[in-house]
């Protein structure tokens, strides 16, 4: 049984992985993949959309954000994901006010910004199960729960931001190209980065790992018009990254932590 289990979890796993770095998928295209059946594929779709990871859509699969807690698969990433969270928290200054979104990576940044006085606006409210320093005040901007991923989003919390006129924006992302600028999986949240870019009166910054680069998704976020800098790792597309920085954007290439300390790992209240 043990090993059964074992078997179905690393095949999904590995069709995790390959999400993750297509954006979407068909049901098609991974039962040839995995050479199983349909009804087995719709079931690992329906475990990985359970957890939060992905949209289930006709036919197929989208990403909606990376996982923290796949086991080994995700290992090297999150080693990209806390240097890129860990390096963009250096932006934080005293007295700062910050908009951030709900991006993983996004919200990983509120554990690694230490001994600022700071207050964070966010709509992701898993932003108050996330353990931060004691001078990092968290303000959530409420509106319509969009479950599974946890998003405020809708009139109301529009609303909230337009009230607010932050010091500096951290946006995470499905995807950023030259061409199109920064993109999305999920609409309900599209106004909502746009408004925070839009209220932002200093430095404007995506933060995503390499798989994000050179990826575009169904909804556009913001023009790289509005993006000061861009926060990604050494193994992000080389040529996507010379297009964006035509663009006159700085593009921050770093290399993953060469381990994650276990007091880091587990962030989560």
């Not at 969270?85 to 993983?104: C, M, P, Q, R, W």
């Not at 909804?219 to 597309?237: K, Q, Y």
Request: net charge neutral; proline share 1%; charged share 25%.
């Amino acid at each position: 049984m043990k090993v059964k289990y074992e078997i179905v979890q690393k095949r999904r796993d590995d069709i995790m992985l390959l999400i993750q770095k297509l954006g979407t998928v068909s049901v098609e295209q991974l039962s040839k993949e995995f050479s199983t059946s349909d009804v087995t594929i719709r079931r690992d779709l329906q475990y990985w959309e359970s957890k939060g990871a992905i949209q289930r859509t006709r036919g197929g699969a989208r990403l909606i954000q990376r996982m923290v807690n796949v086991p080994d698969v995700n290992y090297n990433n999150d080693r990209y994901l806390h240097a890129i969270a860990k390096y963009a928290a250096l932006f934080v200054e005293d007295g700062d006010t910050i908009f951030i979104n709900t991006s993983y990576t996004a919200l990983l940044m509120i554990h690694y910004i230490r001994y600022k006085s700071c207050t964070v606006i966010t709509n992701n409210a898993a932003a108050t199960q996330i353990q931060h320093d004691d001078h990092v005040k968290i303000v959530l901007t409420g509106g319509e729960l969009n479950t599974p991923k946890k998003s405020m989003v809708g009139d109301f919390a529009l609303s909230n931001i337009r009230k607010v006129l932050a010091n500096k924006c951290f946006l995470g992302c499905s995807g950023i190209t030259a061409e199109d600028g920064i993109t999305t999986a999920i609409m309900a949240e599209t106004t909502i980065n746009e408004m925070m870019l839009q209220q932002t009166t200093g430095k404007r910054c995506v933060v995503c790992d390499h798989t994000k680069v050179g990826l575009k998704h169904s909804f556009i976020t913001g023009s790289l018009a509005n993006v000061d800098t861009v926060i990604t790792d050494i193994a992000a597309d080389k040529t996507e990254i010379s297009k964006i920085e035509s663009k006159n954007v700085e593009v921050v290439c770093l290399e993953p932590l060469l381990v994650v300390p276990q007091e880091d790992t587990n962030i989560f209240c």
